[in-house]
């Protein structure tokens, strides 16, 4: 088989989150590891207009590396990316702030090509409480009705940063599976930002998906994880979840200096510094375990993933193959036939 | 023949720009005149964000009204529209306002649906020179950067309001046609708002179009204008820049408040009042003709062509086939692939 053929062979490999500091190297990087699909934030706490801002950033981006990476859009667009040989690259929001206190920017960030919005970044936010509050008050008023718009257009409710009892509520008030896109279980990792066993059960039951995070701080050990505790939690996660309810959310945020961590954690809301998952110690970004430095090493994960012991199509599944699937269902409107013209011709993966 | 039959055999009505105060009345009346298309200006003076909440009231009359109207994005919804019995509203801006100073707006305003964007709209804007003022000094710096965005994009240069300089340059450095929505000639009637023999044999010669208005200050003997002059104009317009390149664009302000054509004329640029084509004495929109007062009266023009002497298939070509050629060859993206994705499938008409 040559190559070419392998690559084709295999399932495809979708990351469910990361941040890097983009650049020709990222994207080379990218096609080097074979990263089908990379769902990466355009927005922490932007209002509508900046985040515009960032997507034309974004299309110069599209026109310059045409050959590495381009918008992806819908599930079928993984299929055009590994015929065509780039990576696709799909928007979402860390926080609400890009829809501003207004329910009809929501179909407009859709219109925009964004598939994924979390409800909270760590603090309450106008639509559910973030997972650093103390205390968590559930979906708002406003969050409810947010929620039933992201279902109609196709928008992915992601709870990442958020809290518990946010968590379940909007699990349960969703119509369509929601999704934590980047993080890891707590009985793994006791991090505030990591899940319980309730949300976990509650996210598998309702066919939401879970991504598991490479960041350091979502890490047992931190930066010294061994890939072999990685894989072996992957496996207690699954019997907890559901197999095809995981994938990966690597939380990447490559070559960003320290200043973008401090924006993550700070934004406009305090004049004080707040040091999130770090400490005064460590302000900036952790160092990656070696085994997962960047885009070139998804074969790690699959390897270690085969050395604990599951076969080849649950691999498949975790690698990329459940996101797939999730895509498939999540972001198609549900209004059918008048937007039904903006949807690409089905091609066959 | 059943009536349904008779209306698709004839060729489409398009009507290449209506300003009016949007209710369920006025897209019943398109429906019973048998209007398949319209291109609605969205944006006379709003910023980006101003434009935005315009397509967020226009997404709920989607919604609301989806029996009778959806939005247009390409030629191939003129065949959808007739299928379905509807009327494709076609998004435009009067004013390049909505991409406020920034380049990468162009690309964002396609995404969002927009297909036609004035350069001026009767003033000097950042990009060119509008028909009320002293110096026409064409296009600046910006506009010509602009018009090779837009053509990349798939965005109709209009220059309905703009100066003749300004114009024959845009036609001169455009890659692709470029349209003239919503005007008459100056040579019938010698409105400021009107168009000299130079512009339409230029526009006819780069493949343009040009859009009759029914505007009344844009028509010889304004409201008392008759059936027989318009249609003669027409008649002698096809003469001058070749029947291929014309059709309609009403200008149908209908039911609209007087302070609407304030807001047009004066938007947020002086503190005095401007009159436009209008005057102290009659400050507010003019009577309509009584052939032409609102969607129901296409076929009156219809009627009005046979009786100067239109053959069957120019009088179809008037009314909107030659629109439809035009959006055809306009809304698509030049840069191919990436873009491919969000067109429909083409549907044969």
Redesign the interface.
Known sequence: MSPVTQLTARGPYIDGMQYGNWSEKIFRQMRAGGVDAVHVTIAYHET??EM??N???W??M??RF?HLI??G??A??IA?ARQ?GRTAIFFGFQNPSPIED?I??V??VH???ARFMQLTYNNQSLLATGCYEKEDTGLTRMGREVVREMNRVGLVVDMSHSSDRSTLEAIEHSDRPIAITHANPSFWHPALRNKSNDVLKALGQSAGMFGFSLYPHHLKDKSACTLQSFCEMVARTADLVGIDHLGLGSDLCQDQPNSVVEWMRVGRWTKEVDYGEGSAAQPGFPEQPDWFRDNRDFENIESGLRAVGFCAADISAVMGGNWLKFFESSFVPD?G??TA??R??EVAI
Chains 1, 2 share one sequence.
């Open positions: 509508f207009r515009v801002a997507i034309e950033a299309n110069r599209f026109q045409s381009f918008h859009k819908w079928s667009d055009l065509t207004d009809g920017l179909e407009i219109t925009l090509g209004d036939r008048e013209k903006d690409p011709t």
